[in-house]
């Protein structure tokens, strides 16, 4: 493998930029969750059964993990920004796509496509690590990934909303449009980073095993990540169904709302992100977790409650947010010349576990409904925090 490494950049991280880089952050990941408050009313327009919709947002995640896997090292190898400004442009029309879809495989694939192109905010992150003085990485992290978990929430408050207003189509016209703002933002605020990477494609890829190979630290964090992102899109994916059955038959802006009090755990994630430059982040997680296996405890005990379904998302979504905030912290001081390959592995190893929390979720629904998915959530965040326990323990014994 040939590689070498750049002289370092020295663009600083301004207000300006860094709250740019946070706006796109958050509108951009939006669009692999507009879906999610949609699904019954998508499956109403193709006459499809909730479990098939459900399968709409698996797409879409499993199109993200694509994306990260095959895009997101080659900002270890091209120029950021005009990286993020060709791929920004694939969004727009994977959404208009979507928006006019008239059989129900084209909305399939194009929600693949969605989630494919919609992997820029993983490049302002790992650049955001890249641009900060290390003693304030932990903190610039947090503030963008703020932006980003409150766009994750927050973007089915807006698509439920949306949906029952104007439609499910609407949302993805609108999400379009405003990839466009987005585009013009980065082109004009965002600095040019060059890569550190020389060498051919096929050695960038290779090198993600190398990676996996000598870095513990990652192994671990990529697999407490993925079980936690399969627990929270298990949730996610089936609250809409939940939602629209006795006793509460609600619709999707009922369950778009839900989106705005997860927004308070996600608010968390900067304060972690300060935390996490002072304090031991393994610590960190070992409380952010225990939140986590909670928060479906109370989830099934309170399962006709409005109030018990509200303490619960609060508490998954700080302790799936600050898990991976405290995760990021520790994977992006490991390699500054690999940041983007490091980010890969951990990010395509989280989409993947959500993809496999959807795939469950939509599964289990159609015999145990929500007991079962509460099932699935109490055994994967006990699994991830025994696994996180022990990591510790050995650690300890070093």
Not at 184 to 204: C, R
Not at 358 to 364: E, P, Q, V
Not at 382 to 395: F, N, P, S, T
């Amino acid at each position: 493998m040939s590689a070498t490494t750049a002289s370092p950049q020295h663009h600083q991280l301004t207000p300006l930029i860094l709250w740019t880089m946070t706006l796109a952050t958050g509108f951009i990941v939006a669009n692999i969750y507009y879906n999610q408050p949609l699904l019954g009313d998508i499956a109403t327009t193709f006459r499809i059964s909730n479990g098939e919709a459900g399968q709409i947002a698996m797409f879409t995640q499993i199109g993200y993990a694509t994306g990260l896997l095959l895009i997101i090292p080659l900002a270890d190898m091209f120029k950021r920004k005009r990286l993020m400004l060709i791929d920004l442009a694939f969004v727009v029309v994977a959404l208009l796509l979507a928006a006019s879809a008239q059989k129900v495989w084209i909305l399939a694939v194009s929600s693949l496509l969605v989630g494919i192109t919609s992997v820029v905010p993983q490049v302002l992150v790992a650049m955001a690590a890249h641009l900060a003085k290390p003693e304030e990485r932990g903190r610039k992290i947090g503030f963008i990934m703020s932006g980003l978990l409150i766009g994750i929430l927050v973007s089915r408050t807006i698509s439920g909303f949306v949906g029952e207003q104007l439609g499910w189509r609407a949302m993805f016209y609108i999400a379009a449009g405003l990839m466009l703002i987005m585009w013009v933002l980065i082109a004009l605020v965002v600095p040019e980073v060059e890569p550190d990477y020389k060498g051919s494609y096929g050695s960038l890829m290779k090198s993600l095993i190398s990676i996996i190979k000598e870095e513990p630290k990652l192994r671990l964090a990529a697999f407490r990540g993925a079980l936690c992102f399969a627990c929270f899109s298990a949730f996610w994916t089936t609250l809409v169904f939940l939602l629209r059955e006795p006793p509460f038959n609600e619709g999707s802006a009922v369950a778009g709302a839900f989106g705005l009090i997860g927004a308070f755990g996600a608010l968390a994630a900067s304060l972690i992100g300060r935390l996490s430059d002072k304090a031991n982040p393994n610590q960190l997680i070992t409380y952010t977790l225990v939140l986590l296996l909670l928060s479906f405890i109370i989830f099934m005990v309170f399962s006709h409650s409005l109030i018990g379904l509200i303490i619960g998302v609060i508490l998954m979504d700080m302790g799936v947010q600050a898990t991976h905030i405290s995760n990021q912290a520790i994977i992006f001081s490991l390699n500054p010349n690999a940041r983007n390959r490091i980010n890969t592995v951990y990010m395509v190893s989280y989409f993947v576990g959500g993809s496999a929390g959807t795939f469950l979720a939509s599964k289990i629904w159609g015999t145990y409904h929500w007991a079962g998915v509460c099932v699935i959530g109490i055994t994967l965040s006990a699994i991830v925090l025994i696994v996180h326990l022990i990591g510790r323990a050995k650690k300890g014994r070093a």
